[in-house]
């Protein structure tokens, strides 16, 4: 029904922004945080919109680009995400970190978004795969990062590092690094001073 909205930006909050257009209108649009930190009260604005139709209730959402839009409308296709949930997994995420996340099977970085579970993010990353826009040069090392791991040793390091509640594609870089060739033991010890180091 909407394709885009206009105008000048005349309230924000938490959570929100309104817009009003050049009839007097003023729209009350969900957005992502990334969005509402580009949004300044009383200058212009185009957003990019989706409305929600609820048995009580109708929901615009506004994003700043249609990556934002394309990447909202596959996380409410995914069974147990509402527009809550979405929303909070672009403001934390974001489409091209998600994007990376679902290729790298990294579910443990989807939970950091409020509102997802772990089984909640197995499934996005099940149901997306593949379906998500190409993942941007500046991220496809992470991904190399993690599809590199070949060693068995790595690999047990990589999955003693995700079960100690690091993300996947964090471990992948420091364990990619370090020399495939040492034990599981000293990659998981030196991965862990490399990631804590970094923070």
Do not use: W
């Not at 580009?38 to 139709?53: Q, S």
């Not at 420091?174 to 034990?183: E, F, I, Q, V, Y």
């Amino acid at each position: 029904m909407f394709y885009s909205i206009s105008g000048t930006v005349v309230h924000t909050d938490a959570t929100s922004a309104a817009v009003e257009t050049s009839v007097g209108l003023a729209f009350r649009l969900l957005c992502p945080r990334s969005v509402l930190g580009k949004l300044r009260i009383g200058e212009n604005a185009l957003l990019y919109t989706h409305l929600l139709v609820r048995e009580d209730a109708m929901v615009l959402c506004g994003f700043s680009d249609l990556a934002e839009l394309d990447t909202f409308k596959l996380l409410i296709s995914v069974t147990g995400v509402g527009a809550k949930v979405a929303l909070c997994i672009l403001s934390e995420l974001g489409p091209d970190k998600l994007a990376l996340c679902v290729a790298a099977s990294d579910a443990k970085s989807i939970q950091a978004a409020q509102g997802v579970g772990a089984k909640l993010a197995q499934r996005i990353v099940l149901e997306l795969k593949g379906k998500l826009a190409a993942i941007p040069d500046d991220s496809a090392d992470a991904l190399d990062a993690v599809q590199s791991i070949g060693s068995s040793n790595g690999g047990e390091a990589l999955e003693a590092l995700c079960a100690l509640g690091y993300s996947r594609v964090q471990s992948a870089q420091a364990l990619a690094r370090l020399d495939s060739a040492l034990s599981a033991d000293v990659l998981i010890r030196q991965a862990l001073r490399l990631i804590n180091s970094a923070n």
